[in-house]
């Protein structure tokens, strides 16, 4: 049994306006879904992916303003990795992040592959990383200025800062299934493994670097809250739970998110990871072509839409 890659990230916004600003106009996302959270219907939660909202695609906010920066450390999804097509791409976004005045560390190498660092306004770290042309199952987003043939597609990964690499590569390989990949050391110093699930590869990779200094993150607006993996259906979502229950490890139970049912569970203090079903998807309440335009609200949240509304700043 294997989980089938990255399905979506979730990360914490302080200010929805340039976090639309950003992950629309300058990274070239689509807002495929603006609604609110579920738990807390006077934020936001905003959803940023492909065209179609690929399962694989979607970098989500909850919008979180009464929270702290976010302060780094370890015990953390560290940064978010995107994949784009070859070095052409690469260099075309050192070139637009420039000219954004987005900082950027310049093209280096991330566990083999060619990879552009940058954070997001708030401080998320991301980074690019070159798939090397590996195949797509989406569609990139093409109503935004980026080149279709340099577009965002999708994530690549996420890199997971955490105290003791060993606890952390069992639970992945013994409980997950992942497979060991790659083992290097940074220029750092510290170990890095990539773990691979369905045979890894752009989308279906996690990448941990064992930070024992530094005290632990404390998670704020530009932290990651979550990380979502895919399962294709309900069914393998509740082998997976009987899974998690036999080796002890608690779970929030199957919660129905309307545009796809979840499944969290804690992997350490600092790391919540979510199993995340590829159904119903983003077009199960607006057509594809106006994804996102309206505020979207769950059937048992519709009859509420007047007070919900009244209680959120418009985004744009
Ligand atoms: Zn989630």
């Known amino acids: 049994m294997q989980l089938h890659g990255l399905h979506h990230v979730t990360a914490v916004t302080g200010n929805p306006g340039l976090n639309h600003d950003f992950y629309t106009r300058v990274l070239g996302l689509r807002l495929v879904k603006k609604t609110v959270n579920q738990d807390d219907t006077s934020a936001y939660h905003l959803f940023y992916a492909d065209k179609l909202g690929s399962p694989g695609t979607d ?13 780094r450390g370890t015990d953390s999804i560290a940064t978010t990795q995107f994949r784009v097509n070859g070095a052409a791409a690469l260099n075309y976004w050192v070139e637009r992040l420039m000219a954004e ?5 310049g093209i280096s190498t991330w566990a083999g592959r060619a990879a552009l660092r940058f954070d997001d306004p708030e401080g998320q770290r991301l980074m690019l990383v070159d798939d090397g042309g590996a195949p797509y199952e989406g569609e990139v987003w ?6 279709l043939d340099h577009a965002i597609r999708g994530f690549y990964g996420v890199v997971l800062h955490v105290p003791n690499l060993d606890r952390m590569a069992i639970l ?3 409980v997950l299934n992942f497979a060991e990949l790659r ?11 990539v773990f691979g699930m369905d045979g890894g590869g752009p989308g279906r990779e996690v ?4 930070v024992r200094s530094g005290g632990r993150a404390n998670l704020g607006r530009g932290g990651v809250h979550h990380v979502a993996f895919r399962v294709t ?13 036999r080796v002890g490890l608690p779970t929030s139970g199957q919660i129905d998110r309307f545009y796809f049912k979840s499944l969290y569970f804690r992997v350490s ?11 119903p998807g983003f077009a199960a309440d607006e057509s594809l072509e106006t994804l996102g335009e309206r505020l979207a609200l769950p059937p048992f949240l519709e009859p509420h839409r007047a007070q919900i509304e009244a209680g959120l700043k418009p985004i744009e």
């Open 59 to 71: 970098m989500t906010f909850f919008d979180w303003s009464m929270l702290g920066a976010n302060r």
């Open 269 to 279: 203090e600092g790391i919540l990871f979510e199993l995340a079903t590829d159904g």
């Open 183 to 193: 083992r290097e050391t940074l220029p750092t110093g510290e170990a890095l493994i």
């Open 142 to 147: 093409d109503g935004a200025d980026v080149p």
């Open 207 to 210: 990448h941990v670097v064992e």
């Open 172 to 174: 992945l390989t013994q």
């Open 233 to 245: 259906d309900d069914a393998e979502q509740a082998a997976w739970e009987q899974r998690l229950a």
């Open 101 to 105: 005045n987005v900082q950027h560390e």
